[in-house]
């Protein structure tokens, strides 16, 4: 008779092929992620050690009204028409921050007071201009801030009561969009003139 008919308890172990194929492609699957992982690693510390000049603004195409595109959202410098050339246009973005004052002096951008003309508010929705400030950091007397909301709810121009910027650095504060909630933080300097 049959070996296995007289061994009714017996076990047969049927080699399964596929399951050593298996086993073998998750173990280099799991190599691979943590090979991806330790490049990325090795990669940021890169970056962060030989990144030096890293800037805390960038130039934006304006439209026609000198204001950024209608999709962008945030804080910007208006500038004059005659500028420092390291700014190619007259519109400037603000780096945005959820921390006031983390911008430092080197990342920063630099303007002397006649070249801004305005701070340029854009939001989805603006809430109410109280919410909203532009202030020089360090100033007990905050110089008074005109703001103007422009036609349509999304921008929000703010200019100096007396009109002269004061050498110094200075934040935006506003809302921060989204359901969180939150400020949203933008920092700049004014130069003395040279």
Do not use: C
Request: net charge negative; proline share 7%.
């Amino acid at each position: 008779m049959n070996e296995l008919a007289d061994k009714p308890n017996s076990t047969l172990k049927v080699p399964v092929p596929w399951r050593g194929r298996l086993k073998k492609g998750f173990y280099v699957f799991v190599g691979l992620l943590l090979a991806s992982v330790l490049i990325l690693s090795l990669v940021q510390a890169w970056v962060i050690y030989t990144a030096s000049d890293v800037v805390a603004y960038g130039v934006v195409q304006a439209d026609e009204q000198g204001w950024p595109q209608a999709d962008q959202r945030g804080a910007f410098l208006m500038l004059a028409d005659k500028h420092n050339p390291l700014y190619p246009g007259n519109l400037v973005e603000l780096l945005a921050t959820t921390e006031p004052g983390v911008v430092d002096e080197k990342a920063g951008a630099h303007i002397v007071p006649a070249e801004i003309k305005a701070v340029l508010v854009q939001s989805a929705i603006l809430n109410e201009a109280s919410e909203y400030r532009v202030y020089r950091l360090g100033d007990p007397d905050q110089t008074a801030m005109k703001a103007t909301r422009q036609p349509g709810g999304k921008v929000m121009i703010f200019e100096p009561k007396d009109g002269v910027w004061v050498p110094g650095a200075y934040l935006v504060d506003i809302p921060s969009e989204g359901m969180f909630g939150g400020r949203t933080y933008y920092q700049f300097y004014v130069d003395a003139a040279k």
